[in-house]
């Protein structure tokens, strides 16, 4: 590993500090140190143990099977600032556990199968001058952590969005939507309010008349052919755009055409039906026609909306890395295959030219495998969840996604739990396009505090509707 290019003022004191910091369970190396994860503070069911071989120093720590169940390992460093965080660990099957730097989530992601102990990068992460906490905690827990490495953090690269929608044919209201949030990319965070039926919005406005999202996120599921009851969500989106001045979001949890095991309704679960996604390959399938089926029946419906020149943020095929939707479930090229049948029916055949294409994505070291391409996607999305009373920037998972994505693309808080804390926002530059939290988080006490709300939406770099429509401004 080498260095990465900093100044000749800070190199020598960084390099002699990571050298000289090995008390404790600490090792230096001539360009990160490794902190070893037995050397931690363990909470919950959490423990130490030798049983599995393969690790480093004395041992590691394992028990991470409930929420509590966490080890908070120390860190000194020199200097204030970003810092690569790598882990070193082992999981029989892929993990999903969050990560924590001094009490603020940095990452809540996948941790891939192993074969023995291995090292995995979370991502850059701020660390203040002095002592620091990195806390490994339990989700979906059952992995073995051996110890953490840090080192300098280079800077990011700048992002290279294209200057246009991917669909050529897009027409001028998806345009406009795209060249506002472009433009508004990297200087504010909209907020955003999933808010099928308005409930979330009215508690929104107990709390204060002023605190409207910009972004609401609305459904499509009971449109799904399976279940064949719409419940006005593209009226609601509507009145939503050409009433009030907001943007729409759509995400389509899709009932499975076909195989349901119990109610039609929790369908799009994968242990919830028998149908094998893996068919689209096969245009002759009973699968593949239900498929398009489906397709056709959302496509009429998002017409409504492409008639009345509403843009919409179409998020399909979501979270399908974690194959607990069924279109996941058959690995990366089912999904693939299904997004871009999706997306070539849509733009081809029905022409929604209103519709700017959102990607979903983990920052999981094979993320990549999953993406449809950049020719069919405007934006990438993730979804992220932290347990009750943690919230951070997910900073790590941002600027993860800009290295996997190469800076093409925007990045958004497609679905998140806790609304991030918007000076931490800006101090460590999580980008954010915008954020958008899901359902009834947003009156969780727990999760999202009133005080946290009201700072959230007073803040500046936070536009909510009433700043959006009067233009590029702060609230």
């Known amino acids: 590993m080498r260095l990465p290019d900093l100044s000749d003022t800070l190199r020598g004191p960084l390099l002699a500090c990571l050298i ?22 363990l909470h919950g069911g959490a423990v130490k143990s030798t049983e599995t071989p393969g690790f480093s120093g004395a041992g590691y720590v394992g028990g991470f099977a409930k929420a509590g169940d966490a080890v908070d390992i120390p860190v000194d460093v020199p200097e204030a600032g970003f810092y690569t965080l790598r882990v070193r660990y082992l999981a029989p099957d892929p993990k999903m556990n969050p990560v924590l730097v001094n009490g603020a989530i940095q990452r809540n992601g996948f941790y891939p199968r192993t074969e ?4 995995m990068t979370v991502g850059r992460v701020p660390l203040r001058k002095g002592g620091n906490t990195v806390t490994l905690g339990t989700d979906w827990g059952y992995l073995l952590a051996d110890a953490i490495e840090i080192s300098p953090a280079p800077a990011p690269a700048p992002f290279q969005l294209a200057e246009h929608p991917v669909n050529p044919e897009a027409s001028p209201e998806a345009r406009a939507l795209y060249s506002r949030l472009r433009a508004t990319f990297g200087r504010f965070v909209l907020a955003g309010q999933q808010d099928e039926k308005g409930q979330r919005r009215a508690f ?4 204060s008349p002023e605190f409207v999202p910009v972004v609401v996120g609305f459904d499509l599921l009971r449109s799904s052919s399976a279940y064949g009851r719409p419940d006005g969500q593209i009226e609601r989106a509507r009145d939503w755009a050409l009433k009030e001045g907001g943007i729409v979001s759509f995400s389509w949890h899709w009932f499975s055409p076909f195989g349901a095991l119990n109610e039609v309704w929790r369908s799009y679960s994968t242990n919830q039906t028998t149908f094998d996604a893996s068919k689209v390959m096969d245009e002759k399938s009973p699968e593949y026609q239900a498929m398009i089926k489906d397709m056709d029946a959302i496509a009429d419906q998002l017409k409504v909306l492409r008639d009345a020149r509403v843009p919409v943020l179409w998020r399909p095929l979501h979270e399908a890395e974690g194959g607990w939707f069924w279109w996941g479930a058959r690995g990366p090229e089912v999904c693939k295959r299904i997004y871009r049948l999706m997306y070539e029916r849509f733009t081809k055949v029905h022409h929604l030219d209103n519709l700017l294409w959102v ?3 983990t920052d999981a070291p094979d993320a990549r495998e999953w993406y449809p391409g950049d020719d069919c996607v405007d934006i990438v999305g993730a979804d992220l969840y932290a347990p009750a009373g943690v919230r951070g920037t997910y ?16 990045i958004a808080l497609a679905e998140v739990g806790a609304i991030p804390d918007p000076d931490a926002l800006v101090a460590e530059d999580a980008g954010w396009l915008w954020f958008l939290v899901w359902d009834d988080y947003i009156t969780r006490a727990d999760t999202n505090p009133a005080d946290l709300i009201r700072k959230t939406y007073t ?12 233009g590029p401004q702060e609230n």
């Open 116 to 119: 023995g102990f291995q090292w």
């Open 459 to 470: 803040h500046p770099r936070v536009l909510r509707l009433d700043a959006y429509t009067k």
């Open 395 to 410: 900073l790590a998972v941002f600027d993860n996604l800009r290295r996997i994505y190469q800076g093409r693309k925007m």
């Open 204 to 207: 929104l406005a107990s709390l």
């Open 359 to 361: 990607w979903t994505s």
């Open 20 to 41: 000289l910091a090995c008390a404790g369970g600490q090792t230096a190396l001539a360009d990160a140190l490794v902190v070893e994860a037995e050397s931690g503070e």
